[in-house]
């Protein structure tokens, strides 16, 4: 099995940036393919940005221009630099193993105006 664990959330005003880390400890088997997602609050969780091992990427529309994802694979972690960011990217943002089905705790984005 694998372990994902998120960090690099904090509060920011809009227009401002924050990278997030997703370490991810077990079968590197399980980093193939890895996503963001967030969920803010009473909404459902979303797809933000999704990476393959060969570095194939691919975004949701509210963040394309604005967010970048990448992994180090020596590394085993999971980035995704938020640049422009406003105040409806606030959310917790979960990093996911698409393939062994695992997610991590979460870190908190929070975006002030």
């Known amino acids: 099995q694998v372990q994902l664990v998120e960090s690099g959330g904090g509060s920011v005003q809009a227009g401002g940036s924050l990278r997030l880390s997703c370490v991810a400890f077990?079968?590197?088997?399980?980093?193939?393919?890895l996503s963001w997602y967030r969920q803010a609050p009473g909404k459902e969780r979303e797809f933000v940005s999704g990476i393959h091992y060969d570095g194939n990427a691919e975004y949701a529309d509210f963040v394309k221009g604005r967010f970048a994802i990448s992994q180090d694979n020596i590394k085993s972690t999971l980035y995704l630099q938020m640049n422009s960011l406003k105040p409806e990217d606030t959310a917790m943002y979960y990093c996911?193993?698409?393939?062994?089905?695992?997610w991590g705790q979460g870190t908190q984005v929070t975006v002030s105006s």
């Open positions: 077990g079968y590197t088997y399980c980093n193939q393919r």
């Open positions: 996911k193993s698409e393939s062994c089905t695992v």
